[in-house]
């Protein structure tokens, strides 16, 4: 959880924060951290698609989207880049 002196830039944001502390915990990852970043997933998966791909801009796109939809439609890739950060996400109404 962030310390006292420790605030988000964003003043609305750190308001938010300290409005919600009882419910709401906040942690500071490290400014990049492409380990903890399910994300940089995704982003391995597509640039695997477009390795060695020379096309204007609208097929560049076409690509990236026919990728993603793949993507969406293999929720054990997803799940792997979930896994890969060591992250889980938890249901708080199970709980």
Excluded at 35 to 59: C, K
Aim: glycine fraction near 6%; aromatic fraction near 8%.
């Amino acid at each position: 959880m962030l310390g006292q002196s420790e605030h988000h830039l964003a003043a609305e944001l750190t308001e938010f924060a300290e409005a919600n502390a009882d419910w709401l915990r906040l942690y500071q990852f490290p400014t990049y951290a492409p380990e903890l970043n399910p994300a940089e997933g995704i982003w391995t998966l597509l640039r695997r698609a477009m390795a060695n791909f020379v096309a204007d801009l609208h097929g560049l796109v076409r690509i990236i989207k026919r990728k993603l939809k793949k993507i969406q439609y293999r929720p054990h890739l997803l799940d792997g880049c979930l896994a890969q950060t060591g992250l889980t996400i938890e249901d708080p109404l199970i709980a």
